[in-house]
């Protein structure tokens, strides 16, 4: 018989608004305070210090326009973040600084996350979907040279980016890029060569999350309806659909795989969060804490497997931070 679901260890809460995006940065030196960044629909970036469980500090950088993404640029004092006032911006944060340094104004409308890829030493690639609909575009960071725009072939109708993930298998291979689109579809793209290679419709509705693992070149995908999209990556770079769970209850807004590749999480619109082992998606937990819809679920980075934790934030204005299945 299961186990019934543990409580969270502890709840983080005076976000004052629905939380849609949250970020650890714990993998520091020993003496580092392991921190966690959430950002909220009324503006705000709170930095949680995970040892009071309070807020060390809040930041306000997006004229009070929800903030849904939010990156640590190697370490914890650079910041990127994006809201709905259609900015992404770069913060600097060492000594107790909380200055914007740059931004990049996306014109995009949406509420696709951006993506950042570490290429070299203080040198990253940036995904954004584009002002035009279909559009995808990556420039370099910091500089903000634009790299490429993807766009769609004439006629294929897959509406607007809804996630992005950049990705390379190693550091020195070349970037790639996995988007979820509107129409269902999860398309491959070459960065270098500004083209897709493959496209694979995994769902009926708009993709809302997906994350991959490059090392099994296999991913996952979730959408409004009831179903969780496995695909997988061949040799010939070509997607297809590998397996698929049914949920009990439709909608997905978040999925993240735990970085040793073991167990994943999903954020559900049931106000659930679900909990799979990664090589068979055998269904190992169901969180069930929240009182709204759970906009977004991440893993912590500590180095050491036994304090790693899994956070959720959402509309009910809480963060919800729990340690489950820390030895696998």
Known sequence: MALPAPDPQFVLRGTGAAVHTLHFSCGGEESDIPVLFSGSENGFIHVWNL???R????????GRKSV??????GGKDRLLSQGRDQRICLWDLAEGRT?????VFTEHVGFCRCSLLKVA???????????ALEEVQVLELPSKTSVCTLKPEVGAKLGM?????????????QPLLLAGYEDGSVVLWNLTMGKALSQLVCHQEPVMSLDFDSEKAKGISGSSEKVLSIWSLNEQQNLQVYKTHRLV???ISDITIRPDKKILATAGWDHRIRIFGWKKLKPLAVLDYHTATVHCVS??????????LLAAGSKDHRISIWSIYTQT
């Open 99 to 103: 200055s914007v340094m740059d931004s």
């Open 68 to 73: 849904y993404c939010v990156e640590t640029m």
């Open 121 to 131: 030493q203080g040198r990253w690639l940036m995904a954004m979907a584009a002002k």
């Open 299 to 308: 893993f912590s980075d500590h180095k050491n497997p036994s304090k790693r």
């Open 55 to 62: 807020v060390n500090t809040a930041l306000d950088g997006h």
């Open 51 to 53: 040892q009071t469980h």
């Open 161 to 173: 980016p809804m996630c992005l993930k950049l990705w390379q298998l190693n550091c020195g291979s």
């Open 249 to 251: 209850n439709a909608g």
